[in-house]
């Protein structure tokens, strides 16, 4: 299924090692995130505010998917900066991250960003 028009050309820039927000509120229920991987792996790093679990997957930029939705965190963890993922993927090319919550009505803070190491900035 093709991406709406404009939720690539409107994703925020991640930069690695620098902590994006991320807020999720009744009237949004997702987020999405741009970044050009720097290595053939990439790890996702989440920090949590008020969120505990949220989801990301990965699209190319094509806008088509790259697997599928991988879950960060974990009920009754706010140690979120110790949750990441890795994703192997092409050096210099363009990727996006739609993030969204666990749950439905789930609301609340967050932040993400990427890097090449399993430690968090």
Do not use: C
Request: hydrophobic letters at 30%; proline letters at 3%.
């Amino acid at each position: 299924m093709p991406l709406a028009p404009g939720i690539l050309e409107s994703a925020t820039t991640l930069t690695a090692d620098i902590w994006a927000d991320g807020v999720f509120t009744d009237m949004n229920k997702e987020q999405w995130f741009r970044f050009t991987a720097t290595d053939s792996t990439q790890y996702i790093h989440t920090m949590f505010g008020t969120m505990t679990r949220l989801y990301v997957r990965l699209y190319d930029s094509n806008g088509s998917t790259l697997g599928n939705a991988i879950q960060l965190g974990s009920y009754g963890s706010s140690d979120g900066d110790k949750v990441n993922t890795s994703l192997s993927i092409t050096s210099g090319q363009e990727y996006y991250l739609q993030v969204t919550p666990y749950s439905s009505s789930g609301t609340g803070t967050y932040k993400i960003t990427f890097n090449t190491s399993t430690k968090s900035p």
